[in-house]
């Protein structure tokens, strides 16, 4: 005889990975413990053994989103030191492949810092700033090197950034017109044009 009992999981990833799927779908406000509980196959009080509440559970996804695409574009700014216009090519690759590969903890990362609170929001801004700041560091070497023509670094920096998170909102990887690589290629090109590229 087939048992019809729902499995029970344990650990903590089920319970992130429930979260993630609810969060993208119904947003944070829209979730419930139960709601992520009945997904990972575990009880609400078992969830509650791991995370305080359901802060904390959005805290570490966005915290770890964040850590993951900070590691990723530091290690591609890391490869490119001599060329401004090679460099920010390589962490614009790594951004957008970052976005479209890890879509739904993207997109959680760009919609729902407004549902943060206290200590776990300052970590995630801080998180957010130093990012912003490798890559306004990129086009503002550009810029004093005369790779770069915009007279708005600091600005031209949001706006790749901006432009590249938002793909995270709207990009299809199942059944979409265009490749993650194909994408990157792309918001290279937009990302050099913003920050006006001398070829």
């Excluded at 413990?33 to 053994?49: C, K, L, P």
């Excluded at 993951?68 to 216009?85: F, G, H, K, N, Y």
């Excluded at 919609?111 to 801004?125: K, M, Q």
């Amino acid at each position: 005889m087939v048992s019809t009992t729902k499995q029970v999981r344990s650990g903590r990833a089920p319970i992130v990975e429930a979260a993630v799927r609810h969060f993208t779908e119904r947003g944070y406000h829209g979730t419930s413990m139960r709601d992520i509980a009945a997904e990972a196959g575990v009880t609400v009080a078992s969830i509650y053994h791991h995370f305080p509440s359901k802060q904390d559970v959005l805290v570490h996804i966005m915290a770890g989103t964040m850590t993951d695409l900070l590691a990723i574009t530091r290690r591609a700014a890391a490869e490119v030191v001599d060329d401004p216009v090679a460099r920010l090519c390589a962490v614009v690759d790594a951004w957008i492949l970052f976005h479209t590969n890890r879509q739904p903890e993207a997109l959680i990362g760009a919609s729902e810092i407004r549902s943060l609170e206290g200590d776990g929001r300052d970590l995630v801004i801080g998180l957010r700033d130093e990012q912003e700041a490798l890559f306004r560091g990129i086009v503002a070497d550009g810029v004093e090197r005369g790779a770069f023509a915009t007279t708005y670094p600091r600005e031209a920096a949001r706006a790749i950034l901006n432009m590249g998170s938002a793909v995270s909102s709207w990009y299809r990887l199942d059944g979409g017109a265009l490749t993650p690589e194909q994408m990157a290629e792309r918001y290279r090109d937009f990302a050099l044009g913003t920050a006006r590229a001398r070829c």
